[in-house]
């Protein structure tokens, strides 16, 4: 069975579930995966749980804040990640953001979806090889599941990260997962790639599109337009 270089492919992995496999964690699943595939340690990974996985005693904001790197000392670090937010090309997470409506409350104060989008936030500006989710959809409405998935996906390719999801709900994940990972029965791990996910190949190419050409006026509205097939005949008829 062959071994997969994470280190060359960035891609987002969904590990399916069984009754053999509910005894083990989540977590221990994607751990074993990388031993599995003879990743060396140490692992440098951020991790969502099912809830939360945010520190009780400090704020939503300050949970997020954790793992945002600023590169100055001389103005705030909460400051500096609103620049940051504002700074992406894809606005979305600072969309997502905003859903966070008491980011300066404690997570006890705070309702299940902004605690949810604290996590997944800090999960992703964390600097790390890898980025494991348990059931990120628990908790999210469908306008923030569609936001994080458009976010995820923008981010795997621009930090060349490879992200592992557990996830009941196949039919929301697998638009958009590459490889489908199930546990065997010898405990050894199979991989199934996902081929159905041209539309995704395809919303992708057309949204880099736009970032490739930096020096046009209009990049916002650089999108594939069907050509037009009179355009010819006009410019012969004027002549």
């Given at each position: 069975?062959?071994?997969?270089?994470?280190?060359?492919?960035?891609?987002?992995?969904?590990?399916?579930?069984?009754?053999?496999?509910?005894?083990?964690?989540?977590?221990?699943?994607?751990?074993?995966?990388?031993?599995?595939?003879?990743?060396n340690?140490?692992?440098?990974?951020?991790?969502v749980?099912h809830?939360?996985?945010?520190?009780?005693?400090?704020?939503?904001?300050?949970?997020?804040?954790?793992?945002?790197?600023?590169?100055?000392?001389?103005?705030?670090?909460e400051?500096?990640?609103?620049?940051?937010?504002?700074?992406?090309?894809?606005?979305?997470l600072?969309?997502?953001?905003?859903?966070?409506?008491?980011?300066?409350?404690l997570?006890?104060n705070?309702?299940?979806?902004?605690?949810?989008i604290?996590?997944?936030i800090?999960?992703?500006?964390?600097?790390?090889?890898?980025?494991?989710?348990?059931?990120?959809?628990?908790d999210?409405?469908?306008?923030?599941?569609?936001?994080?998935?458009?976010i995820?996906?923008?981010?795997?390719?621009?930090?060349?990260?490879?992200v592992?999801?557990?996830?009941?709900?196949?039919?929301?994940?697998?638009p958009?997962?590459?490889q489908?990972?199930?546990?065997?029965?010898?405990?050894?791990?199979s991989?199934?790639?996902?081929?159905?996910?041209?539309s995704?190949?395809l919303?992708?190419?057309?949204?880099?599109?736009?970032?490739?050409?930096?020096?046009?006026?209009?990049?916002?509205?650089?999108?594939?337009?069907?050509?037009?097939?009179?355009?010819?005949?006009n410019?012969k008829?004027?002549?």
């Amino acid at each position: 069975m062959t071994k997969i270089n994470f280190e060359m492919t960035f891609e987002m992995y969904l590990f399916t579930t069984d009754a053999f496999e509910n005894k083990f964690s989540k977590l221990n699943e994607f751990i074993s995966f990388l031993k599995f595939n003879r990743v060396n340690l140490p692992y440098k990974f951020s991790y969502v749980s099912h809830d939360d996985c945010l520190i009780p005693e400090i704020t939503l904001n300050e949970n997020i804040l954790m793992n945002f790197s600023p590169n100055s000392l001389t103005a705030g670090r909460e400051f500096q990640f609103q620049e940051f937010l504002r700074e992406r090309p894809n606005r979305e997470l600072e969309n997502l953001y905003k859903k966070i409506s008491i980011p300066h409350e404690l997570p006890v104060n705070s309702d299940a979806q902004m605690r949810k989008i604290s996590a997944l936030i800090k999960s992703l500006i964390f600097e790390g090889q890898f980025i494991f989710l348990e059931s990120p959809e628990n908790d999210l409405d469908q306008e923030s599941i569609a936001l994080f998935i458009s976010i995820l996906k923008d981010h795997i390719s621009r930090h060349k990260q490879n992200v592992f999801i557990y996830s009941d709900d196949l039919n929301l994940w697998k638009p958009h997962v590459h490889q489908q990972v199930k546990r065997e029965k010898d405990y050894r791990f199979s991989t199934q790639k996902i081929v159905n996910n041209a539309s995704r190949e395809l919303e992708k190419n057309q949204f880099y599109a736009r970032i490739k050409n930096k020096n046009s006026l209009n990049q916002d509205l650089l999108f594939r337009l069907p050509k037009n097939k009179n355009k010819n005949k006009n410019k012969k008829s004027a002549a």
